[in-house]
């Protein structure tokens, strides 16, 4: 799939110019796919020209979704693609080429692999506008979770969302500008329409792990009790269950979860640590079971979902995207066509 911009034409000219002098192969694009050299394997191409500013589960989830072909039969184009980044689309399967020479390519006729190849000087950063810096992206995360709460005035959206007025004057301006909303009227008879739901939740987890997730301060712990976390009281606690283990309610046990996330106050971790007997890791530990204590970036009754003591459906599935875990992904999947979609 590709966006026909002259940035996105010159990334993918330029990306294919260095795989064929690298290789000292032709490389050629054939409408919306790219021709290897045997002449008769072609790849739809997807150009993503800021992949190495989105999360790898956000990339591995838009290739896995791709109604049009299979990992197998696509290719990802970018302006650079570090190290950990390649290492990971290449575990999950995913072909890559990026503007610097650096390349994954695995078929019958064609095994490709070219890594450490260094980032550009100067790198284009992700446009966002003020809708995509936190305050926004607090308050987008309401708007997703509750549509209504768009009919409110704007004083009442920043009480709920935590953040100054002007910070909502500025992140609705910014969404419609963008195309998210539909603003009608002045004022308090303004009326506010939310456009392209599914496109502004895809921006939003983009946007997610830098501006939210990376900003709440956490805590990583384990237990040596695999039955550690059974007889918490999480109303008790004002902590909530999220990642793995509200993903495994979610999706009725198909995820087995491995590690654990609760949001949960600073004030709240000595409680927690004494009733589930909880520890940091020894020195050298790798542990077989990892608990993260993260401070939510809302109030607790915002992150909340519809059943006590587990973070809402929206949350939990921007978690499983940002893991990028293969069986993460999956299992955000049928998260997503059963709460979100």
């Known amino acids: 799939m590709i966006n026909h911009t002259s940035e996105n034409t010159l990334l993918l000219n330029q990306t294919l110019m260095q795989l064929s002098k690298i290789t000292d192969q032709p490389f050629h694009q054939e409408g919306e796919t790219l021709l290897l050299p045997d002449n008769k394997t072609r790849l739809m191409l997807l150009v993503r020209k800021n992949a190495s500013q989105t999360p790898d589960g956000v990339l591995i989830q838009q290739l896995s979704l791709n109604p049009s072909a299979s990992i197998s039969n696509q290719i990802l184009i970018a302006d650079y693609i570090n190290p950990a980044q390649a ?18 390519i695995k078929q019958p006729n064609c095994f490709i692999l070219i890594r450490g190849r260094k980032k550009p000087d100067k790198t284009t950063s992700l446009a966002s506008g003020h809708a995509f810096n936190t305050a926004g992206m607090q308050l987008i995360f309401l708007l997703l979770k509750d549509p209504n709460l768009l009919q409110a005035t704007y004083r009442e959206m920043a009480q709920r969302a935590g953040i100054a007025l002007g910070s909502v004057t500025a992140t609705i301006k910014d969404l419609g500008q963008q195309g998210y909303l539909m603003l009608q009227g002045n004022g308090r008879n303004q009326k506010r329409q939310l456009l392209q739901k599914d496109a502004l939740l895809k921006t939003w987890l983009i946007h997610y792990p830098r501006q939210l997730q990376m900003k709440c301060p956490h805590l990583l712990l384990t237990s040596d009790d695999p039955n550690w976390h059974q007889h918490l009281q999480m109303e008790k606690l004002q902590a909530l269950w999220g990642g793995e283990y509200a993903a495994a309610h979610y999706t009725d046990g198909f995820l087995k979860p491995q590690n654990a996330l609760l949001y949960i106050t600073e004030e709240q971790h000595p409680v927690l640590i004494h009733q589930a007997r909880l520890r940091k890791p020894r020195a050298g530990e790798a542990p077989n079971r990892l608990i993260l204590l993260s401070s939510q970036f809302l109030d607790i009754r915002e992150l909340q979902g519809k059943e006590p003591g587990i973070a809402d459906p929206l949350l939990v599935y921007a978690e499983l995207i940002a893991s990028a875990e293969p069986r993460n992904l999956e299992a955000a999947q049928r998260l997503y066509e059963k709460y979100l979609s």
Do not use: K
Request: aromatic share 12%.
């Open 87 to 104: 290492e990971r689309l290449q575990q999950a399967g995913i072909q890559y080429a990026d503007s610097q020479g650096n390349a994954f």
